[in-house]
Structure formats: structure tokens, C-alpha cells
């Protein structure tokens, strides 16, 4: 199965996110923050990043624009999740280079079949 990374400051949000991608049988990689999320992303090259917009060192806009720029992880796909739902934060997370947006709170249930959708489309 697909491994993770999942980034958050939120130990709640985070805790939620892990158990139900482990549960679904993923494997996880975990950041608390986006300067850690960014130093995983490129030792553990996960499958699929999942990025909470605001975290403490480094916003996940920074850490998908970093992905993009290094060749060894810009075709890692990405989902930003947070609580921002305005058009233009939307769209800087698409700007950013991120292949999902889903706002807070959302379902985790939702959050697992975007991840495989954007899994699919990326052919992993």
C-alpha cells in the first residue's frame, strides 16, 4: 500500500488522519511542521503528501512550491487540507502546485478517496 506523509500542527487533526489512513492499510510518515514535512518528503519520498496550509517553520504553500522545484520529489502529488476555504486561498494552493484542496473540517472518509483518486490519476 501507498506510504504518506502526513503534516499537521494539529495533534488532533493529525491523530484522526494517521488512524484512518492506517486503518485503510497506508503507511504514514508524520510532521508536526513544514520544515520537518519538507526534510521527510525528501528522505522518505512518500507516495502522496497531505499538507495543512498552516503550520508553524513553513506554510504547506512553501513546502508544495519546495516540492515542485526539487526533481526528486516535484512529481509527488499533493493535497493541501485546511481550514482556509477562500477563493484565493484555493487557489494560491493550486497555484502552489497541489493536485487537491479539502477544507476542515472534512470527513476522513473523503479525505482517503481523494487520496486514491489523485493516487490513481498519478498512477501509483
Excluded: N
Amino acid at each position: 500500500m501507498a506510504r504518506v506523509l502526513v503534516a499537521d500542527d494539529d495533534p488532533v487533526t493529525r491523530e484522526l488522519i494517521i488512524y484512518k489512513l492506517e486503518a485503510e492499510g497506508y503507511d504514514t510518515v508524520v510532521a508536526e511542521d513544514g520544515t520537518s514535512a519538507l526534510a521527510l518528503a525528501r528522505e522518505q519520498a512518500p507516495d502522496i503528501a497531505v499538507l495543512d496550509v498552516h503550520m508553524p517553520g513553513m506554510s504547506g504553500f512553501d513546502v508544495c512550491r519546495m516540492l515542485r522545484a526539487d526533481p526528486a520529489v516535484a512529481r509527488m502529488p499533493v493535497i493541501m487540507l485546511t481550514a482556509s476555504v477562500q477563493e484565493a486561498d484555493i487557489s494560491t494552493g493550486f497555484d502552489s502546485g497541489a493536485d487537491d484542496y479539502v477544507p476542515k473540517p472534512f470527513s476522513p472518509r473523503e479525505l482517503v478517496s481523494r487520496i486514491q483518486a489523485v493516487l490513481a490519476r498519478a498512477g501509483t
